[in-house]
């Protein structure tokens, strides 16, 4: 993966633990250094050793690992950097460097499988190492990696290599349908997100006393989660002489423009950005909350979520949550069953949807109830995490038995 652990990746460490839980003795190997992020209590949990990839911080071992690993299988190597090669980007070749690296410590490692996240470098580095050891591999695609990140004729090489394509959504599911070919497609399996239900009490009722209800928003701040239409949003609600207060938790690009958007329209009593917090301490702000609210857009460069897991962990401690119906979130979230759906860039219609919710304990009561249902059923880590084994399992077993015939 990219780095462990990552704040913006919880979805990945429940994943990671989860498997873990299942028996499975795993090994992560980042191609970046961590991010100076604070860490989740919770990702220092599992006893898995992690390797960092970094050619900025290994630059000697790596240069050494390429050079053993040409001695070591010279007609591999030089196949293996020839396809680097073809793609005619510092990005791919960087890429090959750092799977020589992680091919010497396979050679060392009794490891049978691997698997990447995110279709760019993670799955690039994955799949050269493939090539240099012949271990098969996975892949799960998730949003930005699809639609912006890695340009057609990667993804489908990556894809014909492999074993199998996850991804964590019908809707990419669809898409990626049209970017491979037919040999390709029969590899694609869609495996939901899961949450550690354990770790999301559903609260309710929920009392407010007489502080104002509070609507929650967690988000990396940027284009595509659609902050500024909230803030937008909070403003036409202020107008019509509703109680509530904002708090959006997160960091990001456009963090300097979001707060200026709240001065320049007088917000500050009522919107507040924190800035990144750990997970704990977002966990405890789901119990106290009123609602949740991720507008999310089709980004400029076509960036776009897949299904936001704050979604999933508001729904889970029952805050009852307003989105959008971008990429897969209609497949969690069916607009007044467990969920409000409002259109995209419409603070308007998103402030009367939030406005709905904020005048009727009731309509939010149905739909917290709802939404910790759908859950329970659909997204739990322990479900999903076995599926994604299963397949691991399958298709190490189809490789064994490909090597004795």
């Not at 240069?63 to 196949?79: K, W």
């Not at 580095?125 to 050891?133: I, K, S």
């Not at 019908?170 to 770790?199: C, M, P, V, W």
């Not at 969920?339 to 309509?363: F, I, K, M, T, Y």
Request: hydrophobic share 40%; aromatic share 8%.
């Amino acid at each position: 993966m990219s780095a462990w652990p990552r704040l913006s990746e919880t979805f990945i460490q429940n994943e990671v633990m989860a498997v873990e839980r299942l028996g499975a003795r795993l090994q992560i190997f980042t191609i970046k250094e961590p991010e100076g992020e604070a860490a989740h209590a919770k990702a220092a949990g599992p006893d898995v050793p992690v390797t960092c990839l970094s050619i900025k911080h290994n630059r000697k071992v790596i240069g050494l690992a390429s050079i053993r690993l040409f001695l070591r299988r010279p007609v591999r190597c030089c196949q293996t950097i020839l396809r680097a090669l073809r793609y005619r980007r510092w990005g791919v070749l960087r890429c090959f460097f750092q799977a020589t690296y992680l091919a010497e410590i396979l050679f060392r490692e009794p490891l049978t499988h691997l698997h990447a996240h995110f279709t760019h470098d993670p799955t690039l580095v994955t799949m050269f190492a493939h090539y240099l050891t012949g271990i098969p591999y996975t892949f799960t695609a998730h949003a930005k990696d699809i639609y912006v990140k890695t340009p057609p004729e990667l993804l489908r090489a990556e894809a014909q290599r492999a074993q199998a394509v996850v991804t964590c959504t019908e809707y990419n599911r669809r898409y990626l349908s049209t970017q491979f070919g037919s040999a390709s497609n029969s590899k694609l399996h869609r495996i939901y997100h899961g949450l550690d239900l354990s770790q999301f009490r559903f609260c309710w009722p929920r009392t407010f006393d007489s502080q104002p209800p509070v609507i929650l928003s967690v988000a990396r701040l940027v284009e595509k989660k659609g902050l500024s239409d909230l803030i937008l949003a909070a403003d036409i609600l202020r107008q019509r002489g509703q109680r509530f207060q904002v708090e959006i938790v997160g960091d990001g690009p456009l963090r300097q423009s979001l707060e200026a958007q709240v001065r320049r329209l007088g917000l500050d009593d009522r919107v507040t950005l924190l800035g990144p917090l750990p997970h704990e301490r977002i966990r405890r702000a789901y119990q106290r909350v009123c609602l949740f609210a991720l507008p999310c857009v089709v980004g400029a460069d076509g960036d776009r979520d897949g299904i936001p897991n704050v979604l999933l962990e508001a729904m889970a401690s029952g805050v009852p949550v307003v989105s959008t119906p971008i990429s897969g979130i209609p497949e969690v979230i069916n607009s007044e069953q467990e969920g409000l759906l409002v259109p995209p860039n419409r603070p308007a219609q998103l402030a009367d949807a939030l406005e709905r919710l904020l005048n009727s304990p009731e309509l939010r009561e149905r739909l917290a109830f709802a939404a910790r249902a759908k859950i329970e059923t659909c997204f739990s880590v322990e479900k999903n995490s076995a599926q994604l084994l299963s397949l691991f399992s399958q298709q190490t077993r189809a490789d064994e038995d490909s090597l004795s015939v």
